[in-house]
Structures are given as C-alpha cells and as structure tokens.
C-alpha cells in the first residue's frame, strides 16, 4: 500500500540538469525524513540527500554539495532532486526513500524505497 514512485531520470550531458521526482503514498509522512540514495554499477548504494518533511531541514553528501537541491512540495506530497552542473560521476540509479529514524544516512535506516529511475550524465 505504501508506495514510493520515483521519476524524472534520463541522458544528459555533463554540466546539464535535470530533476527528479519522488510521489508518495499510502500513509502520512509527516514523521519521515526523506532520503535520496543512488547506486552506480559494482558500487555500495551511498547517501546523496535528505530532507525532514516537518522542518524542511536539509542534509547533502559532500560529492553533490552546492550542485544538488532536495525540497518538497506538501500539497502533492512528492520530494524533488534538482541535479545541476552533472559530471559522468552522477551516473547511477537514483532511489527515493523514507525513514523515521535518527541517522538518515544510513541505507538500513530507511523503511520504504521507491524502484529506482536511471540517470546517465555522458562527457
């Protein structure tokens, strides 16, 4: 019943953009932090963003510090990436997540993941 549906991903050159989408639902998230995780191939799925849905609070990975921005919008309960200045680096899948507790970031933290949606940055 919960569902987390990510959106958005696709081919861009380096220094392009692009913004993804994460729509949520199934139950109030209200107590949540909101997590964007990526995975690129024969690599550990790492943090990338977070932000508290209450507070808006934000939290970055060094590596996008500056170039990415995570926000939400509570009217259409859905948590957004905006990726900007894209190196080759970025590429992986891009996975939404949700969690209540402390050290969101940290995978086995998260309760619920989204399936994931591509995003390749060519040079």
């Known amino acids: 019943q919960v569902q987390l549906v990510e959106s958005g991903g696709g081919l861009v050159q380096a220094g392009g953009s692009l913004r993804l989408s994460c729509a949520a639902s199934g139950r109030s998230f209200s107590a949540y932090h909101m997590g964007w995780f990526r995975q690129a191939p024969g690599k550990e799925r790492e943090f990338v963003a977070a932000?508290?849905?209450?507070?808006?609070?934000?939290y970055y990975a060094d590596s996008v510090k500056g170039r990415f921005t995570i926000s939400r919008d509570d009217a259409k309960n859905t948590v957004f990436l905006q990726m900007n200045s894209l190196k080759p680096e970025d590429t992986a899948v891009y996975y939404c997540a949700a969690t209540t507790k402390i050290l969101i970031r940290r995978v086995p933290s998260y309760d619920y993941w989204g399936q994931g949606t591509q995003v390749t940055v060519s040079s």
């Open positions: 932000i508290s849905w209450s507070s808006g609070s934000t």
